[in-house]
């Protein structure tokens, strides 16, 4: 789990935002970390957890990749700089990374999905970028039936020792 400074409530690892929908959206082919350009208080603030990626996506602008439409609030701890909160963000990846990334894209037609917004042992911002294929309606249902599946198999496995 994502561990806390003791008092302040800030990540100092583990999960900042997570796009759960994601995941039951798409499915996810592969998945790539990468860096995320930020600025002090949008660091500060996607400490305090704050932040949302559920509506963002990942695309190119002038042969690089940019997060576009997450939104990281305002820092509201006394800091002069402002800075916009669904303002794109640079994703630092290498460039055969990008150059795969877009060749995908524009070939396979999948899209870059954010799965979330992470601090690492390092203690830097990462984006786990999803190569996803949209689902379809059966796909969905079908998801979901087999998540309970599995649900309901643990529970009676759970209980299968036990004499009510």
């Given at each position: 789990?994502?561990?806390?400074?003791?008092?302040?409530?800030?990540?100092?690892?583990?999960?900042?935002?997570?796009?759960?929908?994601?995941?039951?959206?798409?499915?996810?082919?592969?998945?790539?970390?990468?860096?995320?350009?930020?600025?002090?208080?949008?660091?500060?603030?996607?400490?305090?957890?704050?932040?949302?990626?559920?509506?963002?996506?990942?695309?190119?602008?002038?042969?690089?990749?940019?997060?576009?439409?997450?939104?990281?609030?305002?820092?509201?701890?006394?800091?002069?700089?402002?800075?916009?909160?669904?303002?794109?963000?640079?994703?630092?990846?290498?460039?055969?990374?990008?150059?795969?990334?877009?060749?995908?894209?524009?070939?396979?037609?999948?899209?870059?999905?954010?799965?979330?917004?992470h601090f690492n042992?390092?203690?830097?911002?990462?984006?786990?970028?999803?190569?996803?294929?949209?689902?379809?309606?059966?796909?969905?249902?079908?998801?979901?039936?087999?998540?309970?599946?599995?649900?309901?198999?643990?529970?009676?496995?759970?209980?299968?020792?036990?004499?009510?």
């Open positions: 789990m994502a561990s806390k400074n003791k008092g302040s409530g800030m990540i100092s690892t583990g999960i900042a935002a997570q796009n759960r929908k994601g995941r039951f959206n798409y499915s996810i082919l592969e998945t790539v970390e990468a860096g995320l350009v930020l600025k002090g208080p949008e660091v500060k603030s996607l400490r305090m957890g704050r932040a949302t990626i559920n509506e963002a996506y990942a695309g190119e602008r002038d042969g690089e990749l940019w997060l576009i439409n997450s939104y990281i609030p305002e820092y509201q701890g006394g800091v002069l700089s402002r800075f916009e909160p669904r303002a794109p963000r640079k994703l630092l990846l290498h460039k055969k990374q990008v150059d795969k990334l877009l060749g995908e894209t524009a070939r396979n037609g999948v899209t870059l999905v954010p799965l979330d917004i042992s390092r203690g830097l911002a990462k984006l786990t970028l999803g190569v996803g294929q949209g689902r379809k309606k059966e796909d969905k249902r079908h998801a979901i039936a087999d998540r309970d599946w599995a649900r309901d198999k643990a529970r009676l496995l759970r209980n299968k020792g036990r004499e009510d």
